[in-house]
């Protein structure tokens, strides 16, 4: 398995719901990420994890608490979201000693 | 931080010429330099990277060169179709930020049939 998957692909949540959007990758990759992206900008970095830890926080609100379950999964717990935090949410891994990160599809979410 | 700054914003071009996309970036500890290409509502997709310790790479019509004097590197499509046509993003890094990539602001190419 050579891709990084993401579930849901769409997501409609109001600004009191409480939802988790996944990422998945067996390629035996120890880093994974998560990034959002809005409408024609880049992506921008929100979490790392390394081996299972998280590593860098990009001073993310608390509405966004990232997971880490093991080394093939990683999860976005969303509470409490504001419209503005409508976007694309990437997942990315890397294996360390090369540093390539490959993007998974994305969930694009609306908050309501 | 680093910064990354990318140019031009959006470029177009006739099918079968050549495309340049130019960036720079603001540390000079920055050693890693991928270039993604992102169709409309597709994931970034790697197409080539560059480390500090390599001027140029090239992997058939898509080659990347890099001056870590000027702090400046580049992606140079050649014979370009209209498959090409995308949002393309230079990014930078560096070990000491834990990997974290600094994305330039993005060029949009259209390539003309």
């Known amino acids: 398995d050579t891709e990084v998957t993401q579930t849901p692909k769409h997501l409609v949540m109001g600004m009191t719901n409480k939802k988790s959007l996944k990422c998945e990758q067996h390629?035996?990759?120890?880093?994974m990420y998560w990034y959002k992206q809005k409408a024609k900008k880049p992506p921008e970095l929100m979490f790392v994890?390394?081996?299972?830890?998280?590593?860098i926080n990009e001073s993310v609100p608390s509405r966004f608490s990232p997971e880490c379950p093991n080394s093939s999964l990683l999860n976005l717990h969303l509470h409490a979201l504001q419209p503005e935090d409508s976007a694309l949410y990437l997942c990315?891994?890397?294996?360390?000693?090369?540093?390539?990160?490959?993007f998974g599809p994305g969930t694009r979410l609306t908050v309501t | 931080g680093e910064n990354v700054e990318q140019h031009p914003s959006t470029l177009s071009v006739q099918e079968g010429d050549s495309a340049v996309i130019k960036c720079t970036y603001s540390?000079?500890?920055?050693?890693?330099f991928p270039w993604y290409k992102q169709e409309l509502g597709k994931r970034p997709q790697l197409i080539i990277d560059?480390?500090?310790?390599?001027g140029e790479k090239k992997d058939q019509r898509i080659a990347v060169t890099l001056n870590k004097t000027a702090k400046h590197f580049s992606l140079h499509i050649t014979e370009t179709q209209p498959e090409d046509s995308a949002v393309y993003f230079c990014?930078?890094?560096?070990?000491?930020?834990?990997?974290?990539?600094?994305f330039g602001t993005g060029t949009r190419l259209a390539v003309r049939p």
């Open positions: 390629m035996g990759h120890r880093a």
């Open positions: 990315a891994s890397s294996q360390e000693t090369s540093r390539e990160q490959y």
């Open positions: 990014a930078a890094s560096m070990r000491s930020s834990g990997d974290k990539l600094t």
């Open positions: 994890y390394s081996y299972e830890k998280l590593s």
């Open positions: 560059i480390r500090s310790n390599v």
């Open positions: 540390d000079s500890a920055s050693n890693y």
